[in-house]
């Protein structure tokens, strides 16, 4: 395919740059720099690159508080040791100053993590594959990182540094399989029907870690009779987490509520940036003192987080999860199985929104490739090798990308200023780590909202993809796992084929009989054959 007619059918208008021919423009895309990301030949200009980068950037900032607070659940590499004495193996799960205050360490450092390998992904995408992609630590995995193989505050099977080293390790499989053209045929290997449902109970899953309370607005809570109720309560168990007074009178709750709707609103006008406005609207209201919904409560930890939220400007050094990897526990099992589990999803995610994004951006051919495609991909591998070395999840190929699109962006300098974004975010650290979780929570069931859109394309008239999508699902929300909704999925697809596998095998069994049926007929009639001209002759 050509370069002229590379992204040509452009879906918001015929010339992005039509009416903005200014000597600035002109200038920069007769340069060096606008030849090689081939700026006229993709009918856009430096100005429309950079209005679309920041459509990007601002539909996806939110990812820095909320893959930090959702990474910081799991406790990061913060043990009891951490806890103000006495030290005890509950509290981590308890209110204690020393562990507290080693896991607000460990978010300052997963804040940076985030907006730094955000930064590198980016970067790399538009310099190598010149496409408006924008890169930063996926939604899905992180959650499955941090509530499935960490556990809440470190109470899984595997250490967090055992988790950096299976991103590695994932990656590193990724690298070699898109070098070698295989991770399509790989990602065709699962039933389309679970494939489709996975990204569905990604979204319940997500959605459910916002509605409870230490990681989101605290709608639903523990009951010991029914497991989860409503909650929205202004006093609770400190051990077991069950409303003892207030139920839906929290104001937290109402606050994120509030928020809820002003981002749906917003995503119903197509407003730009409308996480970013719901959260924003909420954090402002909770960072004022002495209010039932401050985040800076009058106690030793609250007044901590001011004195810090008030530096606004400062540039956090990080610590303890930068190199935390650990591949000590490689020989179990559940290492392999969340190996699996987060190959799978990355190769799905990624090739998913790669096509989805060239196909809006109309960059695909005839046989639904786009140039860059190949890099793309090892860009993408290789920025969650960088994002395990310091500490987040597997980096993903953000759709959020669409804002920029369809914003006119066409080459690898909206992915260039995003990362410049992401830079810049590095110096406001105090405010990011300031963002409340009634905040981040309605921004998380959102997420989950739209990620349920894939559903429609799953076949429910058919039992044997209806019942499968249906069990993966189910179970990914109620179990608490992304891989149990997989292998539950994969497992019960199996088995209501096995009758047309049988019937296959039965089939294929009879016609192999058939084949040697008739070879030896045709072997014993060419005997029979010789033999009459043996006894002729000898006549």
């Known amino acids: 395919m050509g370069e002229g007619k590379f992204c040509s059918r452009i879906l918001f208008g015929t010339s992005v740059c039509a009416n903005r021919k200014t000597n600035m423009n002109d200038s920069i895309s007769n340069s060096k720099i606008g030849k090689y990301f081939k700026l006229q030949a993709r009918k856009t200009c430096f100005t429309t690159e950079l209005r679309a980068a920041t459509a990007t950037f601002l539909t996806m900032v939110y990812i820095i508080t909320v893959n930090a607070t959702i990474l910081s659940d799991s406790g990061g590499t913060c043990t009891v040791s951490d806890c103000t004495p006495p030290h005890d193996s509950n509290c981590k799960f308890k209110p204690n100053i020393g562990y507290d205050q080693c896991v607000s360490n460990i978010k300052?450092?997963?804040i940076v993590a985030t907006a730094l390998s955000s930064m590198i992904g980016s970067l790399a995408m538009g310099i190598f594959a010149n496409l408006p992609l924008a890169l930063a630590p996926g939604m899905g995995p992180n959650a499955y990182l941090a509530y499935n193989l960490v556990g809440f505050h470190g109470s899984g099977s595997i250490s967090y540094e055992t988790a950096m080293a299976i991103v590695l390790v994932e990656a590193c499989v990724f690298l070699v399989i898109a070098a070698f053209g295989l991770r399509a045929k790989i990602a065709h290997f699962m039933p389309r029907s679970v494939r489709l449902a996975s990204a569905a109970g990604i979204g319940l899953f997500i959605a459910f870690v916002g509605l409870q309370g230490n990681q989101g607005v605290g709608l639903v809570g523990p009951n010991p009779d029914t497991l989860v109720t409503l909650a929205a309560c202004t006093r609770k168990d400190n051990i077991t987490g069950a409303c003892t007074h207030g139920i839906m009178q929290s104001p937290t709750f109402w606050?994120?509520?509030?928020?809820?709707?002003?981002t749906c609103y917003g995503l119903m006008k197509d407003v730009k940036g409308s996480m970013v406005l719901g959260i924003s609207f909420v954090t402002l209201i909770s960072w004022v003192r002495h209010t039932s919904v401050t985040v800076f409560p009058d106690t030793p930890v609250g007044n901590t987080k001011y004195e810090y939220f008030k530096k606004v400007v400062d540039f956090h050094k990080m610590g303890p999860t930068l190199g935390a990897i650990s591949f000590t526990n490689f020989n179990r099992s559940e290492v392999w199985v969340a190996l699996f589990t987060l190959l799978y999803v990355d190769i799905l995610a990624t090739t998913g929104t790669l096509y989805t994004m060239a196909e809006l951006g109309g960059c695909t051919d005839e046989k639904g490739g786009f140039q860059?495609?190949?890099?793309?991909?090892?860009?993408?591998?290789?920025?969650?090798?960088?994002?395990?070395a310091i500490g987040v999840s597997p980096i993903a190929t953000f759709v959020e990308s669409?804002?920029?699109?369809?914003?006119?962006?066409?080459?690898?300098?909206?992915?260039?200023?995003?990362?410049?974004?992401?830079?810049?975010?590095?110096?406001?650290?105090?405010?990011?780590?300031?963002?409340?979780?009634?905040?981040?929570?309605?921004?998380?069931v959102i997420v989950g909202a739209l990620m349920m859109k894939v559903i429609k394309d799953i076949d429910w008239n058919n039992i044997k993809d209806g019942v499968p999508a249906f069990v993966t699902i189910l179970l990914m929300p109620l179990t608490y796992s992304i891989s149990n909704g997989i292998i539950g999925g994969i497992g019960v697809y199996i088995a209501l084929n096995m009758y047309d596998y049988g019937v296959s095998l039965f089939k294929w069994l009879i016609k192999i009989k058939k084949?040697?049926?008739?070879?030896?007929?045709?072997?014993?009639?060419?005997?029979?054959?010789?033999?009459?001209?043996?006894?002729?002759?000898?006549?």
């Open 108 to 110: 300052n450092d997963l």
């Open 255 to 262: 606050l994120g509520f509030v928020g809820f709707l002003i």
């Open 372 to 388: 860059g495609e190949y890099v793309a991909y090892m860009v993408d591998a290789s920025s969650s090798i960088v994002g395990s």
């Open 402 to 444: 669409s804002a920029g699109i369809r914003e006119g962006g066409r080459t690898g300098l909206t992915a260039i200023f995003v990362g410049f974004y992401f830079l810049l975010s590095i110096f406001f650290i105090p405010i990011f780590t300031s963002v409340p979780p009634w905040a981040i929570g309605p921004s998380l």
């Open 515 to 539: 084949m040697v049926s008739k070879e030896q007929n045709q072997v014993s009639a060419t005997v029979a054959a010789d033999r009459i001209v043996e006894v002729c002759s000898y006549n």
